[in-house]
């Protein structure tokens, strides 16, 4: 037996996958149109808050709603190049902040 029963090959990139899922991998190219261009800037946006360190960030997150994020600039930056200079910071319903580089 395989892996993954009734599983499926895509024939657009090879991937075997439940046919299901095969349109939400996010590896198939097949019927990809380019993403849609924002015209707006990130600081129109109430949940952007520009350069924050994250002890900033929880502060500002912890008397907010369980939910309410924000979308910062990390002021060390990335530390890779795979990384961006961004973060998310996120309050949960266990009341805890998240920070998470994107």
């Keep these: 037996k395989g892996k993954i029963h009734q599983g499926y090959r895509c024939k657009c990139c090879e991937i075997i996958v439940h046919k299901g899922c095969i349109s ?26 520009g350069s924050m360190d994250r002890d900033a960030a929880t502060h500002k997150l912890e008397k907010k709603k369980s939910g309410t994020y924000l979308l910062r600039v990390r002021p060390q930056g990335a530390s890779n190049s ?7 910071s996120l309050k949960t319903d266990s009341k805890v902040i998240k920070h998470m580089k994107i």
């Design 82 to 88: 795979y990384e961006t200079i961004y973060a998310l």
């Design 24 to 49: 939400s991998t996010g590896r198939c190219k097949q019927n990809q149109s380019p993403p849609p261009v924002c015209d707006r800037l990130l600081s129109e946006f109430n949940w952007f808050v």
